[in-house]
């Protein structure tokens, strides 16, 4: 990501920082994807380690119940207990595969179920594995089936202490219980991804506001730069142009233009010191330094007729001094700006500034200026001066046209709110 010389590089979201072996490492991988290699399975924490041994233990303890009522019990053979224990030592030990393959796990635990009760503990486990690992579908299908098959298992293999409905009964409300367990567990592990999401989200935000922000100052610095060191600049270019290509010009022409460009450029230096001030003392409103007005523009077409162009100047608003500071102001940098390209692509053409106006009609500025006669000597300029008049005149609730004459040359109007 690109930054601005001199910024802070953009923040981007941390992985996770805490201790990673108390998370399972499905989560671990939700919160920190990079710390796993693509297209691999998570490697199992030291949690899993422990919860994959508790569940093995939970399975064999319920295998060892099992595998002691069936051997005690009167109506199973011999040879078809111990083909239930060894059914349910092979059940106990696939629950360590419970993590890569849930939904197997728990399909298979369907008939294993009916046939073993040595079993019983790796299908419970089996059964909870799949509610926190897999969406509610797989919970409904797998789970319904679960709870539809217990009726059947004690109708083909009767429990000899307890009634078929009593039986039947705890045994559905012991898979209920096992599948509102798993699914507290996968909510909240989905709550906790939520966080760091929603974490991740609001740290993205907060990059993005922060790049919008510095964009905005720097098209500020860059409008205000060019509203204020243009007119100077511009100046200065058309004065030594002047000088180089008129080197037989009389000796007060040379005079009077070195003088020109001796104090644009001291006023150019000035201006810039103000901006440069105001930027270091982190004031970005037009407060932090002297803005021109309305009152100005007379300041600016004098300056203008001394820099050797013929601006004529009427102004007929009414009341002027109640003229907002930041129409006036706009008003002021329309002008100055017309004034700065009829110097630079129509030089010796005469410029007419007209500005009219009152309270509840608006404050209309508009500058023209006829073609220019012969080949004029190009200035370096963008046109983005009058791109960034148009937006500030938006910005006050006005409008900027510019363009060609039908007659030739070039007009600027400007209309801005004045209530």
């Known amino acids: 990501m690109s930054t601005v010389s001199g910024d802070k590089p ?34 199992r924490t030291a949690r899993d380690w422990l919860v994959d041994f508790s569940c093995f233990a939970v399975a064999v303890f319920i295998g060892l119940v099992g595998a002691d009522a069936v051997t005690s019990n009167p109506n199973v ?31 298979a635990s369907l008939p294993v179920g009916l046939v073993s009760d040595t079993a019983g503990g790796a299908c419970i486990i089996a059964l909870f594995t799949l509610t926190v690992h897999r969406p509610f579908r797989y919970v409904a299908w797998l789970g319904g089936a679960n709870i539809a098959l217990i009726p059947f298992y004690f109708w083909i293999r ?22 509102a367990s798993g699914m507290v567990v996968r909510s909240k592990r989905q709550l906790v991804m939520s966080f760091q ?3 991740r989200r609001a740290e993205t935000e907060a990059r993005l506001r922060a790049e919008q922000a510095q964009r905005l100052a720097r098209e500020a610095i860059a409008r205000e730069m ?33 003088g020109v460009i001796r104090e644009s450029a001291h006023e150019a230096l000035q201006d810039l010191r103000e901006i440069i001030g ?32 013929k601006v004529t100047l009427d102004t007929r608003v009414t009341d002027p001094a109640t003229v907002p500071a930041s129409i006036g102001r706009t008003a002021y940098r329309i002008a100055q700006e017309a004034l700065t390209n009829a110097r630079k692509h ?43 008049l148009t937006e500030r005149a938006t910005l006050t609730g006005g409008r900027l046209e510019h363009g060609p004459q039908e007659g030739g040359g070039f007009a600027v109007r400007g209309w801005l709110p004045w209530t």
């Open 10 to 43: 953009a923040a981007v979201p941390r992985p996770y920082a805490g201790p990673r072996w108390l998370l399972p490492s499905a989560v671990l991988k939700e919160l920190d994807p990079d710390a796993e290699h693509p297209g691999r399975r998570p490697r």
């Open 197 to 199: 999401d929603r974490a």
């Open 278 to 309: 105001v930027l270091r003392a982190g004031d970005h409103d037009d407060t932090g330094r002297p803005q021109p007005t309305l009152a100005a523009l007379d300041a600016l077409v004098a300056e203008s007729r001394e820099a050797g162009m």
């Open 77 to 107: 053979p011999d040879g078809l207990a111990r083909l239930d224990q060894l059914i349910g030592a092979v059940a106990c030990a696939a629950v360590w595969l419970r993590r890569r393959w849930p939904v197997g796990l728990a399909v």
């Open 346 to 388: 129509a030089p010796g053409a005469e410029v007419t500034v007209s500005v009219e106006g009152a309270p509840g009609e608006g404050l209309t500025v508009s500058v023209r200026n006829p073609a220019p006669e012969g080949e004029v000597t190009p200035v370096p300029g963008s046109g983005q001066g009058l791109i960034g």
């Open 158 to 179: 009767p429990d000899p202490e307890l009634p078929y409905l009593a039986a039947v009964i705890i045994f559905v409300l012991l898979a209920a219980v096992v599948i």
């Open 226 to 258: 060019h509203d204020v060191l243009a007119h100077r600049l511009t100046l200065l270019s058309v004065h030594a142009g002047a000088l180089e290509f008129r080197p037989d010009a009389p000796q007060e022409e040379v005079a009077r233009a070195a």
